[in-house]
């Protein structure tokens, strides 16, 4: 029986390991920025027997959610490494290295954009107050972006084979990864080929919808996004649970959009998903379509 158990032991880890080794793994990755973080880099399929080419990356946050299941709050993960695996077999999506970022304790902070909340009118301070009360302090995206610019994408260039251009450099997140993107967007319009948001947190507190936040992030972005002329966008949004929340946000976010020169179907796309709620197990099930997006042959 000892045997037996010895065995299933080792069957299982072996496939953990195969099912990982493709997954580079950099524990508590250091910045003069923000607080260390682990980061994981997912090779694709071709990488170690094509040592001549290089290579797109795509920079995902949320990083424990994305190749491993039990790490998140959910426990789910988004299964980014068989999608792009399936989808790279399938000869719909080019082949990119994946970057995933994880969080900190101060992931509110750190995916929450400054900008939109500095010189508020006296009578829009409150909402800074209620912002700072609610997450232990005021907003740390600069600074976080600062990290991935200056520290993790040189670093990502120096050790593996990277196409470092714009036309060949992504971002995607969720929730307020999704917002801390399209913040993104603005800061580095010369980094990003295309970025992907999904169900993105525009209301930034989870205790409270109130419409001015959105409001000042979604001005922010129309004045300060790129032109869509080389620039791409992918947004989308469920319906359920705190997707409920997005739509007359996203429909203005959409109009910015259109103020900027995107144009639906060419270089932006906007997604409803009826139905869908604000989990892992939700952006998994669509993940495709945004890799389709950025990637897509």
């Not at 304790?105 to 301070?125: G, H, M, S, T, W």
């Amino acid at each position: 029986m000892d045997k037996i158990i010895t065995v299933i032991s080792l069957f299982f880890t072996l496939m953990g390991n195969a099912q990982t080794e493709d997954i580079k793994k950099f524990p508590d990755f250091k910045s003069k920025y923000v607080d260390p973080r682990n980061v994981d880099i997912w090779l694709p399929p071709s990488y170690e027997t094509s040592p001549n080419k290089k290579y797109p990356v795509l920079y995902m946050h949320d990083g424990q959610s994305l190749f491993e299941p039990g790490r998140s709050l959910s426990g789910e993960e988004w299964e980014v490494d068989e999608m792009m695996t399936k989808l790279i077999k399938e000869n719909k999506i080019q082949e990119a290295i994946v970057v995933g970022i994880w969080n900190t304790p101060k992931r509110f902070r750190e995916y929450q954009p400054n900008k939109p909340f500095e010189n508020l009118a006296i009578e829009n301070k409150y909402l800074r107050e209620i912002l700072d009360e609610e997450y232990n302090g005021g907003p740390l995206a600069d600074d976080y972006l600062k990290f991935i610019f200056e520290e993790l994408k040189p670093f990502v260039d120096s050790n593996f084979r990277t196409l470092k251009n714009k036309k060949n450099t992504f971002m995607m997140g969720s929730s307020m990864g999704g917002l801390i993107t399209i913040y993104a967007e603005t800061q580095y319009p010369e980094v990003f080929g295309a970025v992907a948001c999904l169900s993105t947190h525009f209301p930034v507190s989870l205790k409270q919808n109130i419409p001015e936040i959105p409001s000042l992030i979604i001005n922010y972005l129309k004045l300060n996004l790129p032109e869509g002329k080389n620039n791409r966008i992918y947004f989308d949004y469920g319906t359920k649970t705190l997707d409920s929340w997005y739509e007359p946000y996203q429909k203005k976010m959409d109009e910015a959009m259109k103020s900027k020169g995107y144009i639906q179907g060419k270089n932006w796309e906007t997604r409803k998903f009826e139905g869908e709620e604000h989990t892992e197990a939700a952006w998994r099930k669509r993940l495709d379509v945004p890799l389709l997006f950025l990637l897509g042959k």
